[in-house]
C-alpha cells in the first residue's frame, strides 16, 4: 500500500501561483511514477502531468506545459506540481496518484490516489 496526502491548494486570482505537495508513505516512494490529474464539477477525470520514478523523465499536456511543472524528491518521499500563470478554467480538485514502475496519463492505470486538493481560480 502506499499513502498520498496532497497538500498546498487554495484559492489564488487569475495569473498566480500555486504549488501543491504530494507526500507518500508505505512502499518504496521510488518504485512507482507519479501523476497529477484534476476533476472539475461536472467533467470528468483530466491527466494533468507525470513524472517518472527517478524524475528523469516528465510527461504533461500541450495546455500545461510552460505553466506547470511536475517534479518529485524521493528522499522526502513527496511529488510536487507548480502551478503558474493560473486562469480560471484550472479551477478543480487535483489529485495525486502513484503507478508502480511507469508513468501514464490513463487516470485508470493508477494503483493509488491521494484524497485531492481543492484549487480555485478566480478571474
Do not use: H
Amino acid at each position: 500500500q502506499v499513502q498520498l496526502v496532497e497538500s498546498g491548494g487554495g484559492s489564488v486570482q487569475a495569473g498566480g501561483s500555486l504549488g501543491l505537495s504530494c507526500a507518500a508513505s508505505g512502499r518504496t516512494f521510488s518504485n512507482y511514477a507519479m501523476g497529477w490529474f484534476r476533476q472539475a464539477p461536472g467533467k470528468e477525470r483530466e491527466f494533468v502531468a507525470a513524472i517518472s520514478r527517478f524524475g528523469g523523465t516528465t510527461y504533461s499536456t500541450d495546455s500545461m506545459k510552460g505553466r506547470f511543472t511536475i517534479s518529485r524528491d524521493n528522499a522526502k518521499n513527496t511529488g510536487y506540481l507548480q502551478m503558474n500563470s493560473l486562469k480560471p478554467e484550472d479551477t478543480a480538485v487535483y489529485y495525486c496518484a502513484a503507478r508502480y514502475f511507469s508513468y501514464s496519463d490513463t487516470w485508470s492505470e493508477y494503483n493509488y490516489w491521494g484524497q485531492g486538493t481543492q484549487v480555485t481560480v478566480s478571474s
